[in-house]
């Protein structure tokens, strides 16, 4: 995992960031998460977040970034302004830039930090 990297995407994305301190109870004022389980015990909020380096982190980027209005913007810088993302090129762009979670990430980190 890759907390800036992965931080910057999810909250971009519209996603929780849990960053509660140690116990007493802390919420996540927006989803409602709390570091304590169901008995009350303490609970990392670091493993509430989603890991973008695994495949389940990878899909959950990968619906959400794919509805946003800048991804034509994002694929178009990643894979240059001449390439037409059909036939064989379609393939070429998955297996280059999609097909490892931490590939697509940072490649999605880097394009966000350049829209700040």
Request: proline share 5%; charged share 25%; glycine share 8%.
């Amino acid at each position: 995992m890759n907390e800036k990297r992965d931080k910057l995407i999810v909250e971009t994305l519209g996603g929780c960031w849990h960053e509660c301190g140690k116990p007493p109870y802390c919420a996540c004022p927006k989803c409602g998460e709390t570091n304590t389980d169901l008995q009350g015990y303490y609970i990392d909020p670091a493993s509430l977040n989603i890991d973008l380096s695994t495949p389940n982190g990878f899909f959950w980027v990968w619906n959400r970034a794919k509805q946003k209005e800048w991804w034509g913007e994002f694929v178009i810088k990643w894979m240059g302004t001449n390439i037409c993302i059909c036939g064989e090129d379609y393939h070429l762009f998955i297996d280059e830039l999609f097909i490892n979670p931490d590939r697509f990430a940072d490649a999605l980190a880097e394009f966000l930090e350049g829209r700040k």
